[in-house]
């Protein structure tokens, strides 16, 4: 019998274009550290050098690490979309083990949900305080149930640093650390992407992301959680 913790979780990611060209990426993840499961390709371009628009912020050494981790891991991506437009419109349909999703949308979004996942597992140190959201994937998200969910995961790990007997964040100060570091992230990537011959439908799909982490990080204060504690008051009875 195969354990929990050894099955992989699989995400697939079928675009349906128009005339019926269809192109299905499959997303497979180690069910323990959620790292992408990939297999490594040879070689791989210049632009996924670590060296080459290196993230200010990255702890990695060039020594050690030859590609970027994110960008090894989107080449296929960043690849097929290379000619893409951002409004260019897709059916979309993205399977999970749980439930399927299906929504007719631009390039620009799907890329963004798909790309979003790649960049969060491809153990960069970064991105990988964000793995928890990956384990329970929400395709389309909106920018309000993004945060939600950003504030209840960094929540839930504050309450396991205090298992744990470490001090834990209830202010959520450095939740917004966090985010502010992934917006570097992606201001890096993007210029990264910017410096090879692609069209805009990946490049918005990474600015996309970034209004996201910018979201979460400019609405941790006190107006924005006072209008959320409004939905808790059954709890303070």
């Given at each position: 019998m195969t354990k929990n913790s050894d099955k992989i979780i699989t995400f697939k990611y079928k675009f349906k274009f128009r005339g019926g060209i269809e192109k299905e990426f499959n997303v497979s993840l180690d069910n323990k550290t959620l790292n992408l499961i990939q297999t490594e390709r040879k070689p791989y371009p210049k632009w996924a050098e670590l060296i080459y628009f290196k993230c200010l912020n990255c702890p990695l050494n060039e020594d050690q690490h030859t590609f970027c981790p994110v960008a090894a891991n989107v080449v296929e991506v960043v690849d097929f979309f290379k000619a893409s437009i951002s409004y260019d419109e897709v059916d979309l349909f993205i399977e999970t083990e749980q439930r399927g999703y299906l929504k007719h949308t631009t390039l620009q979004q799907g890329i963004n949900s798909l790309i979003g996942i790649y960049m969060v597992t491809s153990n960069c140190p970064i991105m990988n305080k964000l793995k928890p959201m990956v384990r329970y994937h929400l395709p389309f998200a909106t920018l309000q149930e993004t945060r939600y969910r950003a504030i209840s995961m960094y929540l839930l790990a504050q309450y396991f640093l205090y298992k744990r007997g470490k001090k834990p964040d209830w202010d959520l100060a450095n939740l917004i650390k966090i985010y502010d570091d992934i917006r570097i992230v992606n201001k890096y990537f993007f210029k990264r992407l910017s410096e090879i011959e692609i069209k805009d439908a990946t490049l918005n799909a990474i600015v996309k992301l970034d209004m996201f982490a910018q979201?979460?990080?400019?609405?941790?204060?006190?107006?924005?959680?006072?209008?959320?504690?409004?939905?808790?008051?059954?709890?303070?009875e």
């Open positions: 979201h979460v990080s400019t609405s941790i204060d006190k107006d924005v959680l006072d209008e959320m504690e409004s939905s808790f008051d059954a709890y303070f």
